[in-house]
């Protein structure tokens, strides 16, 4: 594990999972995605990390939401998590997150790691309106795409079908080190019963009403992933393993290959198309992992969630 620190940005779009990723380190309209992520950290007693609304849709296609799976609020399941700080709400409006993500990387004094747990617009924006950006990055993961079944067609997950063109300008931008966590790695890292165990015995006694929150969400998460997509033996937590890459790449398995994006309209939209057997002359521009250690993952989110905790105001 890399204990060294180094500056994140996070690109989110809080549903049940994203709210353990900024744990960690949506699903929704962008407001109500805004206010989870400020209700999440002032529940984890991180008010003071800045939060900025980014785009409202994607580039050119029509806005997708998932209530289905994260509710109306985009986190439903709990009455125990804070009501969103109308002054920390407007300062999020006030100011759009590609201008302010790129002052922080630009005026970083260190590299910056990059996070997108959503769609890729945000992301797409920023480097085509900063391109200068990507010298000062020195990673950058998204969770998104699929090696082979998609969640949201036959072929495409959700993150990139939602915004396959914003994909698909992010796949050429020429990050210098850009590692794609797909449906095949998150599938593994599934919230079972002995995860809820282990978050009400080693959450619950740092903060009861901690616990519980986060057990809600889980349960709420998990009715309807079994609903939805039939996993009965618990959802997958995707989120936060875009995060854990950043400081734990060695618990991962990966391939450096061609990944491109299908932005037709056809059965095939939103496809990551993964040049595993190397049939394309184009350079290799990202890292796809194909395995993750889940017990280590479990290990660290678990010990985030404590730490969270203990510093919460719940």
């Not at 709420?220 to 393993?241: E, Q, R």
């Given at each position: 594990?890399?204990?060294?620190?180094?500056?994140?940005?996070?690109?989110?779009?809080?549903?049940?999972?994203?709210?353990?990723?900024?744990?960690?380190?949506?699903?929704?309209?962008?407001?109500?995605?805004?206010?989870?992520?400020?209700?999440?950290?002032?529940?984890?007693?991180?008010?003071?990390?800045?939060?900025?609304?980014?785009?409202?849709?994607?580039?050119?296609?029509?806005?997708?939401?998932?209530?289905?799976?994260?509710?109306?609020?985009?986190?439903?399941?709990?009455?125990?998590?804070?009501?969103?700080?109308?002054?920390?709400?407007?300062?999020?409006?006030?100011?759009?997150?590609?201008?302010?993500?790129?002052?922080?990387?630009?005026?970083?004094?260190?590299?910056?790691?990059?996070?997108?747990?959503?769609?890729?617009?945000?992301?797409?924006?920023?480097?085509?309106?900063?391109?200068?950006?990507?010298?000062?990055?020195?990673?950058?993961?998204?969770?998104?795409?699929?090696?082979?079944?998609?969640?949201?067609?036959?072929?495409?997950?959700?993150?990139?079908?939602?915004?396959?063109?914003?994909?698909?300008?992010?796949?050429?931008a020429g990050?210098?080190?850009?590692?794609?966590?797909?449906?095949?790695?998150?599938?593994?890292?599934?919230?079972?019963?002995?995860?809820?165990?282990?978050?009400?015995?080693?959450?619950?006694?740092?903060?009861?009403?901690?616990?519980?929150?986060?057990?809600?969400?889980?349960?709420?998460?998990?009715?309807?992933?079994?609903?939805?997509?039939?996993?009965?033996?618990?959802?997958?937590?995707?989120?936060?393993?875009?995060?854990?890459?950043?400081?734990?790449?060695?618990?991962?398995?990966?391939k450096l290959?061609?990944?491109?994006?299908?932005?037709?309209?056809?059965?095939?939209?939103?496809?990551?198309?993964?040049?595993i057997w190397?049939?394309?002359?184009?350079?290799?521009?990202?890292?796809?992992?194909?395995?993750?250690?889940?017990?280590?993952?479990?290990?660290?989110?678990?010990?985030?969630?404590?730490?969270?905790?203990?510093?919460?105001?719940?």
């Open positions: 594990m890399n204990t060294s620190k180094s500056p994140v940005w996070l690109d989110c779009d809080p549903g049940h999972d994203d709210a353990m990723a900024i744990i960690l380190a949506g699903n929704q309209s962008v407001e109500k995605t805004t206010a989870n992520a400020i209700s999440i950290l002032e529940a984890s007693g991180r008010s003071d990390v800045p939060v900025f609304m980014g785009a409202k849709k994607p580039l050119i296609r029509v806005i997708k939401h998932d209530p289905e799976i994260h509710g109306e609020s985009g986190l439903d399941g709990t009455d125990l998590l804070p009501k969103c700080n109308k002054a920390l709400y407007e300062k999020a409006e006030s100011s759009t997150a590609i201008n302010e993500m790129a002052k922080a990387i630009l005026e970083s004094s260190s590299p910056v790691h990059l996070v997108a747990l959503g769609s890729l617009t945000n992301i797409a924006l920023l480097v085509t309106v900063y391109p200068q950006v990507i010298e000062n990055i020195e990673v950058f993961s998204f969770m998104g795409g699929a090696i082979g079944v998609g969640n949201r067609s036959a072929v495409a997950e959700f993150n990139i079908l939602c915004d396959p063109e914003a994909a698909q300008i992010v796949m050429q990050f210098k080190h850009m590692a794609m966590v797909p449906l095949d790695v998150t599938h593994t890292a599934l919230v079972t019963n002995s995860v809820l165990n282990q978050i009400e015995s080693k959450v619950g006694p740092v903060n009861k009403n901690f616990s519980i929150m986060v057990k809600e969400l889980m349960l709420f998460f998990k009715d309807s992933y079994a609903k939805t997509f039939g996993f009965n033996n618990g959802p997958p937590l995707h989120d936060p393993l875009a995060v854990y890459y950043l400081t734990n790449r060695a618990s991962f398995e990966e290959m061609r990944v491109d994006v299908e932005c037709g309209n056809g059965m095939c939209a939103g496809q990551t198309v993964c040049d190397e049939y394309s002359t184009a350079q290799k521009n990202c890292y796809v992992t194909s395995k993750v250690d889940v017990e280590s993952f479990w290990e660290a989110m678990i010990n985030s969630m404590a730490l969270a905790a203990k510093n919460s105001p719940l």
